[in-house]
C-alpha cells in the first residue's frame, strides 16, 4: 500500500505520515501542496491519497477536481483531512468524489477508521 | 390730457415704490435670517476650528496605525514560524523516543528468550544431577549450576514489567504528537487574525488617502499568503462531535450517489458544524 499524504503545515505533514507508520503503512510519500501532489501522482503509482483542504497555490478540494478529470488518476481513492466541516464543504466534497473525510484535530483511531472506509469504497467500485 | 399723463405716472411710480416696498421687505427677511442663521455660522466656524485640528490628529494617529500595521502581521507569521520550529523539535524529540523504546523493545524480548533458556538449562542440570545418584559431589555441583541458573533468570524476571513501561511510554509518544496538531490550527488562527489586520490596513490607507495623506514607505507587505479555515479549532471533543455530524451527512450523502442520483442535501437536515 503506497499513501500520498498532502498538507501545507510542515507539522500536520509530519503528523501524518507518522501515524500512518505507526497503523501499519510504511509506505508514505508527502506532499505540501495540490500542485506538488499532482506531479508525484502522475509520476508513481498511488492506493490512497489523504489531503487537506486548506493549501496555497492549490487547494485539496481543486486536487480532488483536477484527480477526477484525469483517467489515469480518477479512481484513487482519496481521503479528506480538514478542520472544515461546514454541510456545504462535505457536499462539495462528497460531488467531487472525495471517500472519506476526517476532521482535524484527529486520532490515530479515526484515521485509521476512515483509511479503511475509503479503502473499501475504493476495492468495492 | 395732462390730466392723464399725471394720472398714468403716478401708477407707474406707486407700481415702483411697491416693487421697491417688496424688495426692502426682502431684504429685511433676509437681514432676519442671517440674523438666526449668524449663531449656526458662527458655531459652524467654531466646529470647523475645532475638527480641522482633530482630523488632522486622527489623521496622524490613523498614519501612526497604519505603519505599525505591517509590523504587526509580520510580527504574526514570526509567531507562526516559532512555533513551528518549536514543534519540530518536538517532533525530533518523539522520534528519538520511539526509536529509543523499540531499541529496548528489542533488548526486553532478547532478554525474555535469555530467561525461557536460562530456565531450560536450569531444568536439564536437576535433569541430570538426577541421572547420577551414586554421584553426590557431581550432583551438588549440578544443583549449584541450577541455583546460579535461576538467579540469573530471576534478576532478568525484574525486567518483565518492561514491556507494559514501553508501551505506556508509546502511547504516550503518539498522543504528544497527535497534540502537536495544535500547530498547524494555531497557524489558522493567526493567518486569519493576521489577514484581517490587512484588510483593515488597506481600508486605513484608502482613508488617509481620501485625506490627502499619501502613503509613507513602510514595511513591505508581499509576504506568503497561508490558507486558512477561520473557524478552525483545537478541541478534541469538539473535533469528535464534528466528525460525528459529518458522518451521518456523509453517510446519507453516498447513500443518495449509490441510488444513482447527485448528493442531495435534505430539506432540515442540519449544519455538520455544532460548534
Ligand atoms: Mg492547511
Not at chain 1, 500536520?12 to 501532489?37: C, F, H, K
Not at chain 2, 535461576?150 to 514489567?161: M, P, V
Request: include cysteine.
Amino acid at each position: 500500500m503506497r499513501f500520498l499524504a498532502v498538507d501545507d503545515s510542515p507539522t500536520m505533514l509530519r503528523i501524518i505520515v507518522n501515524t500512518l507508520q505507526r497503523l501499519g503503512y510504511p509506505e508514505v510519500d508527502g506532499a505540501s501542496d495540490g500542485v506538488e501532489a499532482l506531479e508525484k501522482l502522475r509520476r508513481g503509482d498511488y492506493d490512497l491519497v489523504i489531503t487537506d483542504w486548506n493549501m496555497p497555490h492549490m487547494t485539496g478540494l481543486e486536487l480532488l477536481q483536477e484527480m477526477r478529470r484525469d483517467p489515469r488518476l480518477k479512481d484513487i481513492p482519496v481521503l479528506m483531512v480538514t478542520t472544515r466541516s461546514v454541510k456545504e464543504d462535505i457536499v462539495q466534497a462528497v460531488k467531487l468524489g472525495a471517500c472519506s473525510y476526517v476532521v482535524k484535530p484527529f486520532t490515530p483511531q479515526i484515521l485509521k477508521e476512515k483509511i479503511d472506509q475509503a479503502l473499501s469504497v475504493a476495492t468495492g467500485r | 390730457m395732462q390730466e392723464d399723463t399725471v394720472r398714468r405716472e403716478a401708477a407707474v411710480t406707486r407700481q415702483h415704490l411697491e416693487l421697491l416696498l417688496k424688495r426692502v421687505a426682502e431684504v429685511r427677511a433676509l437681514f432676519i435670517l442671517v440674523e438666526r442663521i449668524t449663531p449656526f455660522v458662527e458655531d459652524l466656524v467654531e466646529f470647523v476650528y475645532d475638527v480641522g485640528p482633530m482630523l488632522l490628529n486622527a489623521s496622524k494617529a490613523l498614519r501612526e496605525t497604519s505603519l505599525k500595521m505591517p509590523k504587526a502581521s509580520r510580527q504574526l507569521d514570526d509567531v507562526t514560524h516559532a512555533t513551528e520550529v518549536a514543534t519540530t523539535q518536538v517532533l525530533d524529540r518523539v522520534d528519538d523516543i520511539l526509536h529509543h523504546l523499540e531499541v529496548l523493545r528489542s533488548a526486553v524480548d532478547e532478554w525474555s528468550r535469555t530467561r525461557r533458556s536460562l530456565a531450560r538449562a536450569r531444568r536439564r542440570a536437576r535433569r541430570l544431577a538426577r541421572q547420577f545418584p551414586e554421584n553426590p559431589a557431581l550432583q551438588e555441583e549440578l544443583e549449584e549450576i541450577a541455583s546460579e541458573l535461576t538467579r540469573a533468570a530471576g534478576s532478568l524476571r525484574q525486567w518483565r514489567n518492561l514491556d507494559r513501561v514501553i508501551e505506556s511510554s508509546q502511547e504516550c509518544s503518539y498522543e504528544i504528537m497527535s497534540a502537536l496538531q495544535v500547530q498547524d490550527i494555531t497557524a489558522q488562527q493567526l493567518a486569519a487574525a493576521r489577514d484581517l489586520i490587512d484588510k483593515v490596513h488597506t481600508r486605513i490607507e484608502e482613508l488617509l488617502r481620501q485625506l490627502g495623506d499619501e502613503e509613507e514607505e513602510g514595511e513591505d507587505r508581499t509576504q506568503t499568503r497561508r490558507s486558512y479555515d477561520p473557524d478552525a479549532k483545537f478541541d478534541f471533543s469538539i473535533s469528535t462531535m464534528r466528525q460525528e455530524h459529518v458522518d451521518r451527512l456523509l453517510e446519507s450523502l453516498l447513500r443518495d450517489r449509490a441510488y444513482g442520483g447527485e448528493p442531495v442535501v435534505r430539506e432540515g437536515a442540519k449544519t455538520a458544524d455544532p460548534a
